[in-house]
């Protein structure tokens, strides 16, 4: 069975310094690992995907995760954050056995200006 | 706009109640998801259509039902509604019918609200 675990369920950073949202993942087959990010009132828009190759993956709005296989994690980050970023990020996990994502419990990212 | 629309957007009723949530997915997709987003628990997936036919369920409740109609447009059934049942209700589209890196689009949700 999948799950995914985030670590944080708020994380508050300054306008301008990195952003650093954590995921970890178990899975018994290689999985598809993805972020999504949900700005309030809003549905879930995905930001980026590990799929296979490159474990550095660039997403939108200048986010990119590290799929890091020995570690089962997949850490969100982004240089500079600014204060559109404020929102709720979730980690979700697929495999190859069933269509259906499963979630991490989601981190509230707040900007501070 | 993730080409994925669901209505109503709000939904109020009172518990005991019957209430339909629709959903119609974009163009071309042919999986439907319902998921389920509460405080106590997070984001879970209830129930997968795939051309018609139900293709996986999670933890959907016996008291919810759904059905995906020709047009693909997707109804989650909720009926005997408890105060639990409060939530934001997602559907998700996707072209592929299983597992895989095909990216599930989301619509943007309807809150019920039960008293």
Not at chain 1, 69 to 98: I, W
Not at chain 2, 15 to 27: A, D, I, N
Not at chain 2, 53 to 68: T, Y
Request: hydrophobic fraction near 35%; glycine fraction near 10%.
């Amino acid at each position: 069975a999948q799950s995914v675990t985030q670590l944080g369920s708020h994380v508050s950073v300054s306008e301008g310094a990195l952003v650093l949202l954590r995921c970890n993942y178990s899975s018994s087959v290689p999985p598809y690992l993805f972020w999504y990010v949900q700005y309030p009132n809003q549905g879930l828009q995905l930001l980026l995907k590990y799929t296979t190759g490159a474990t550095l993956v660039k997403g939108i709005n200048g986010f990119e995760a590290e799929f890091k296989k020995s570690e089962t994690s997949f850490h969100l980050t982004k240089p500079s954050a600014h204060m559109s970023d404020a929102a709720e990020y979730f980690c979700a996990v697929r495999t190859n056995q069933g269509g259906k994502l499963i979630f991490g419990q989601g981190t509230e990212l707040s900007v501070k200006p | 706009d993730s080409g994925v629309t669901q209505t109503p957007k709000h939904l109020i009723t009172a518990t005991g109640q019957r209430v339909t949530l629709r959903c119609s997915p974009r163009s071309g997709d042919l999986s439907v998801y319902w998921y389920q987003q509460s405080l106590d628990q997070g984001l879970q997936f209830l129930i997968q259509y795939y051309n018609g036919e139900e293709r996986a369920k999670g933890n959907i409740l016996e008291r919810f039902s759904a059905q995906q109609f020709p047009d693909l447009h997707s109804e989650l059934n909720l009926s005997s509604l408890e105060l639990g049942d409060s939530a934001l209700y997602f559907c998700a589209s996707s072209a592929s019918v299983g597992g895989g890196p095909n990216e599930q689009f989301f619509g943007p949700g309807t809150r019920l609200t039960v008293l």
